[in-house]
Antibody, heavy 120, light 112 residues
Framework: EVQLVQSGAEVKKPGESLRISCKGSGYSFANYWIGWVRQMPGKGLEWMGIIYPGDSDTKYSPSLQGQVTLSADTSISTAYLQWSSLKASDSAMYYC?????????????WGQGTLVTVSS | DVVMTQSPLSLPVTLGQPASISCRSSQSLVYSDGNIYLSWFHQRPGQSPRRLIYKVSSRDSGVPDRFSGSGSGTDFTLIISRVEAEDVGVYYCMQGTHWPHSFGQGTKLEIK
């Protein structure tokens, strides 16, 4: 069974750095794109970017380019989303999701989400 | 960037009645391989989104057959033939044809 398990909730202060993770299992992690989706409180889904773990090819949403960094470690089947300097507006739920292993297209399945709270 | 526009944004439905959600893209979603990467997702309160439909009209495994998708080019529709209580939540369309990929604003389905 393909599964994505994300790291736990985080509470940070503005200006701090953060890296959250998404561990894949049940499939060949290196060979399938993984994407990240932001959901701000009470709002809809926002596509942030994707990474191909096998060669670290990345594509970012233009609105978030430079604000976050995607990376992956194939040795431990884990993708990362990181910030170098958090802002209060980064407070949101963050989901990872993979390109379907069955070849049926984007974002199936999803991780359980990581809640990030940035507050002074 | 491709803009996905859903309507309605709020959809009150009586149990057992049909429901229809529209999704329009600002440009054609036909990819160079001939496929249309238009998906539908359902998000219940407090849960992660779950994909229901991929490539316009194919149902994911385990998705009840009361859910169906249709459309072409820039106009797409999700239909629930008979709404059940478990169908409440927010429905999103998403295009995976053009970078950056993008979601619709979401349609909140509630039971009348």
């Amino acid at each position: 069974e393909v599964q994505l398990v994300q790291s736990g909730a985080e509470v940070k202060k503005p200006g701090e750095s953060l890296r959250i993770s998404c561990k894949g299992s049940g499939y060949s992690f290196a060979n399938y794109w993984i994407g990240w989706v932001r959901q701000m409180p009470g709002k809809g889904l926002e596509w942030m970017g994707i990474i191909y773990p096998g060669d670290s090819d990345t594509k970012y949403s233009p609105s978030l380019q430079g604000q976050v960094t995607l990376s992956a470690d194939t040795s431990i089947s884990t993708a990362y989303l990181q910030w170098s300097s958090l802002k209060a507006s980064d407070s949101a739920m963050y989901y990872c999701a993979t390109y379907a292993v069955a070849g049926t297209g984007w974002f199936d399945p999803w991780g359980q989400g990581t809640l990030v709270t940035v507050s002074s | 960037d491709v803009v996905m526009t859903q309507s309605p944004l709020s959809l009150p439905v009586t149990l057992g009645q049909p429901a229809s959600i529209s999704c329009r893209s600002s440009q054609s979603l036909v990819y160079s391989d001939g496929n249309i990467y238009l998906s539908w997702f359902h998000q219940r309160p407090g849960q992660s989104p779950r994909r229901l439909i991929y490539k316009v009209s194919s149902r994911d495994s385990g998705v009840p057959d009361r859910f169906s998708g249709s459309g072409s080019g820039t106009d797409f529709t999700l239909i629930i033939s008979r709404v059940e209580a478990e169908d409440v939540g927010v429905y999103y369309c998403m295009q995976g044809t053009h970078w950056p990929h993008s979601f619709g604003q979401g349609t909140k389905l509630e039971i009348k």
